[in-house]
C-alpha cells in the first residue's frame, strides 16, 4: 500500500512531465517517422502511417504510465483506450498535413516529407499532452493528491478542541 501511495504521490510537476513526454513521445515519434517512411515504400502512406501511429501509441501510452506521468505501473485498458482517441486526431493531422504537402508540392523530396511530417506530429503532440495530462492520467494524480493530504482524518474530539466556541475567537483565530 505504501509502495502505491509513494508511487502515486512522486506524480511530476507539469514541467517535469512535459520534458518527459518530449523525451518518451519525441522518441517515439522520430522512430516513427522513420517507420512510416520505411513501410510506405512498400505500402499506401495513409496505410503505413496508420499501422505506425497504432503501435506508437500503444508503446508511448506504456512509457507516459510509467514515466511521464509518474503512475509507475502498466497502463490500463481505460488508460489506452483514452489514448487512441487522441491518436486517432494525430493521425488525422499528419495525413491532412501530407496531403496537403502532395497537393501544393508535385514532388517533396524527403526533407520536405519529414519536416512536415514532424512539424505536425510535434503540434499533435502538444495537444495530446493536454489530454493526456488532464484527462487519460488525471486519476492518477487526484489519487496522489486525495492521498498525500492526511493519513486518516482528525478525531471528532481534537477538531472539537481547535474549534472556536465565539465570534470573538473566530475572529483572532482567523
Known sequence: MEAAQSRQQAAPGTFTAFARFVLCGGGVGIASSVA?????SRLPWALANALITALSTLLATELHARFTFGA????????????????????????????????????????????????????????????LRLVVFA??????????RTSSPLPATTARAYAPTSPTELCRAA
Open 36 to 40: 512510416v517512411a520505411a513501410l510506405a
Open 72 to 131: 509507475g505501473a502498466h497502463a490500463t485498458w481505460r488508460q489506452h483506450a483514452q489514448s487512441a482517441g487522441s491518436a486517432a486526431a494525430a493521425y488525422a493531422m499528419t495525413c491532412t498535413a501530407m496531403l496537403t504537402l502532395h497537393q501544393v508540392v508535385a514532388a517533396p523530396g524527403a526533407l520536405l516529407d519529414q519536416a512536415v511530417y514532424l512539424t505536425a506530429s510535434a503540434l499533435t503532440g502538444i495537444a495530446r499532452f493536454a489530454v
Open 139 to 148: 486519476r492518477t494524480r487526484s489519487q496522489a493528491g486525495a492521498t498525500g
